[in-house]
């Protein structure tokens, strides 16, 4: 069963970092491309960053140079580092996994930037 995690959320300054984490269970996340989602109230859920099974990753324009995704096997997760925040990036942040032809998403975590 995938189970998929995220925490790290929270309140951040414009300017700011946060990292989220997303822990996985019953999946590998070395071999399993995973993302970070996110969606803002009354938009529609958006990718953010994706990193594939080898070491490729793909970020949104709007966080490009901003963001980082990174995985991290002994651990069984995968990072979001966010610098230079902007009050643009408040949303629910989600953790997804495609593992097996199937997408399993985690539950989210909040992130609000005040201005």
């Known amino acids: 069963q995938v189970q998929l995690v995220e925490s790290g959320g929270g309140f951040a300054q414009a300017g700011g970092s946060l990292r989220l984490r997303c822990e996985a269970s019953?999946?590998?996340?070395?071999?399993?491309?995973m993302g970070w989602y996110r969606q803002a109230p009354g938009k529609q859920r958006e990718v953010v960053a994706v990193?594939?099974?080898?070491?490729?990753?793909d970020y949104a324009d709007s966080v490009k140079g901003r963001f980082s995704i990174t995985r991290d096997e002994f651990h069984h997760s995968v990072y979001l580092r966010m610098t230079g925040l902007k009050s643009e990036d408040t949303a629910v942040y989600y953790c997804?996994?495609?593992?097996?032809?199937?997408?399993?998403w985690g539950q989210g975590t909040q992130v609000t930037v005040s201005a």
């Open positions: 997804r996994a495609n593992f097996d032809g199937n997408d399993f």
């Open positions: 019953g999946v590998a996340v070395r071999f399993t491309e």
């Open positions: 990193i594939k099974r080898g070491v490729s990753t």
